[in-house]
């Protein structure tokens, strides 16, 4: 705001022995601060005095919130939580994702998937009632087991996971990117602990296994963790459909938006789901990934 400038001049004000006058009050206004001058000029029978008064520079109230309120404004840890997971699932995070397709293109060349409408169909009943669901199940079940340190249950919860993938390249794709998260998980964000919860998977760690695990020992929540990974995973499939029907990037986005809903749902349900609710329904998803082991032309590893 520009700087004011404002001039105020006051009644002569006259004792038996003094005359007095306040000469100039000048206030001078620049955003929220205030600095007052007033200088006082005092004449008497015998002398006359000049005197000058400064005032403290005070802060002016105003209806408008602290900016870091009015932004939502995130402690150093909160930032830095959400700085490693927008990472960890970034599409550039190297785990070989691109690579994968989840039986998607099989189902492209059989005419299952053939447009943005069967394609939004496909991915919702995968990830709410198939494949999707159960791998949230399991990362919101790694991520309690080593908030807890229960090093037991976090075996058998990584061993139930690596025995629940339907095909061998389903396996394949997600003990490779299991692997991969883990390793440069590790090497760019090192954290004390963490390989006693690798050591107590005791064998191969699938990739929502290794998500869950790697953002608890860091101390991130479960539900912000749940929400990323299923939008990479869901975003993963919508770029493979993309390139295999193919879409454009337009029609892509919109599925992707169509999708929100049953994302947030699913999260919810994994975040309270057990053990004993794993189960999958979506057998046409499970015979792609196996059909595609002997597709005759293919342009991903599953």
């Known amino acids: 705001?520009?700087?004011?400038?404002?001039k105020a001049s006051w009644p002569r004000i006259t004792t038996p022995a003094t005359t007095m006058r306040?000469?100039?009050?000048?206030?001078?206004?620049?955003?929220?601060?205030?600095?007052?001058?007033?200088?006082?000029?005092t004449t008497s029978i015998a002398t006359t005095t000049i005197t000058t008064i400064m005032t403290t520079p005070m802060l002016m109230t105003t209806n408008e919130p602290p900016r870091s309120e009015a932004w939502g404004g995130m402690t150093e840890s909160e930032a830095a939580s959400l700085y490693r997971l927008m990472t960890w699932l970034s599409p550039a995070f190297p785990v070989g994702a691109f690579s994968y397709s989840s039986g998607i293109e099989w189902a492209v060349e059989a005419g299952d998937i053939k447009d943005a409408a069967s394609m939004r169909g496909w991915l919702a009943a995968m990830l709410s009632d198939g494949s999707g669901f159960c791998d949230g199940v399991f990362l919101a079940q790694t991520h309690q087991a080593t908030m807890e340190h229960d090093l037991a249950r976090l075996r058998d919860v990584a061993e139930l996971a690596a025995a629940f993938v339907p095909s061998r390249e389903r396996q394949l794709e997600t003990t490779t990117q299991g692997r991969a998260f883990i390793d440069t998980a590790r090497a760019a964000w090192p954290s004390p602990g963490l390989d006693e919860f690798i050591a107590a998977c005791d064998g191969a760690i699938v990739?929502?296994?290794?998500?869950?695990?790697v953002s608890a020992v860091h101390d991130i929540p479960l539900a912000p963790v749940l929400h990323g990974f299923f939008h990479a995973v869901v975003s993963n499939w919508i770029s493979a459909g993309a390139r295999l029907i193919p879409l454009g990037q337009t029609d892509s986005q919109r599925v992707l938006a169509a999708l929100e809903p049953v994302v947030n749902a699913t999260a919810t349900r994994a975040r309270d789901a057990s053990l004993d609710d794993l189960g999958s329904a979506t057998f046409r998803a499970d015979l792609a990934s196996l059909r595609h082991e002997t597709q005759y032309t293919r342009l991903f590893r599953s």
Do not use: D, H, S
């Open 1 to 6: 705001m520009p700087a004011m400038r404002m």
């Open 22 to 41: 306040i000469i100039m009050v000048t206030v001078m206004m620049i955003t929220t601060i205030t600095v007052i001058t007033i200088t006082i000029t």
């Open 207 to 213: 990739y929502p296994v290794a998500v869950g695990l």
